[in-house]
């Protein structure tokens, strides 16, 4: 594991919500990052399908994610927007969130991802974020 | 309490997130409506801030019972897309999310929403929305 | 008019776009911007109606000069991304954007603007928007 | 020339604004569309770039017509909202927008789509939408 994915999954582990949701950070690269978490009623709509806000929480950790592998070294990144369209309904055993960085700049990342259902071993997309991220520096702590 | 909110409460009352979250629908009106819910270190991301998914989870629901209190009898809503801007950190006591119909149309309603965050009785604007919803025949249960 | 005022002007009237849709600032405040322009079959979409992009165009410049008229002396300011809600057809003898800032930060600035269609003396809503903006050092000329 | 190619070019003619712009419809597929313009002072921003809602109207155009492509016989499409970011100043010869459908519904159909400056030959992202159209019973005329 080299530094950019260290420093990745540190702060990834210390998102409380993403530990509540019993995410976990299945890949990063440089400029992608892939995030995964499992059905529970506990995240529902009043279909029983996984809120939109839920979706949202994991493509937006992932854009975030993807653009702190490209960011410089002493930065952390923060989420300045994000768009999301709903594709399909959340319905599944799993869902996978893949985001990719289409351009990092000195102060601000753009970010796109993909939400997909797992059932049974098949994807299928249920939703894509168009987000930007911006780079601060980080604290001394 | 009449039909139109109560169709809405009764909704709100079957999304398991919001209960997960202990949000509480803290008005109702024609076209408006408010959700609130307290800070808990269970939602935060790496910086002890509520994530963003969690504050669009409450401008989400906000927004789509806005879109229901003005949607026709036999309907329901699902979000179609939405897009979140933060606008300062997420810290605080507890966060209110304020939803108001923009256009309420056959098929698409569009709304907007603020949300904010409490601290001893003040109010600071933390994240607005704008966002797409659907009217789509209820299903038969 | 002030210094202020004079600067977010200047520029304006460097925007050939602007020019070349016969458009007009006929409001400038701290933090809201009004402009206006005609209908041309010049340009519309394919059922007659004004194109979204141009009903965007007018929206995007009201927020930028609405970001600019709060930046820092020495800046100003560039489009980093919007989105735009079209709720009614472009159908009018004119259109007006009326943009505000919702939140004017040190190196982003976010706006909304609705955009309405002139009718014999009425006003319809027929898109909104909600943009970022971001200051930038001016360039020596 | 298929009878889809047909409907789509067809309606792209239809359009005053393409026309002005001068822009070409260069690709016509199932589900994606190409739009090229030229670099021209009268589309232009404040510092000499192609303005931002210039850029939006061949990705909008773009989105609608990829949209068209997969949509239902009798039907047209009308843009409901998009969202774009601007990645790098819109500096070239000439500009291209390519869109592609993410997933056509009954209703709704959601489009993603990037815009590139052409110079010498060299292409250059400069923006990217992400759109939401919707299928509507064609007017007989």
């Not at 806000?53 to 989420?79: F, H, K, Q, R």
């Not at 985001?99 to 997309?125: F, P």
Request: net charge neutral.
């Amino acid at each position: 594991m080299d530094a950019i994915e260290k420093k990745v999954r540190a702060s990834f582990a210390k998102q409380g919500l993403m530990s509540t949701l019993d995410a976990e950070m299945t890949s990063v690269g440089t400029g992608t990052v892939e995030i995964r978490c499992s059905f529970d009623a506990k995240w529902t709509q009043q279909n029983g399908f996984v809120h939109a806000g839920v979706i949202t929480s994991i493509l937006d950790s992932a854009c975030g994610y993807a653009a702190l592998s490209m960011a410089p070294a002493e930065s952390e990144v923060l989420s300045v927007e994000f768009k999301v369209n709903l594709l399909a309904p959340a319905v599944g055993e799993a869902f996978v969130a893949r985001a990719v960085v289409k351009r990092a700049g000195k102060t601000l990342t753009i970010c796109s991802a993909d939400a997909y259902a797992l059932n049974g071993g098949r994807e299928k997309l249920i939703a894509t974020m168009l987000a930007t991220m911006m780079n601060v520096a980080e604290k001394a702590s």
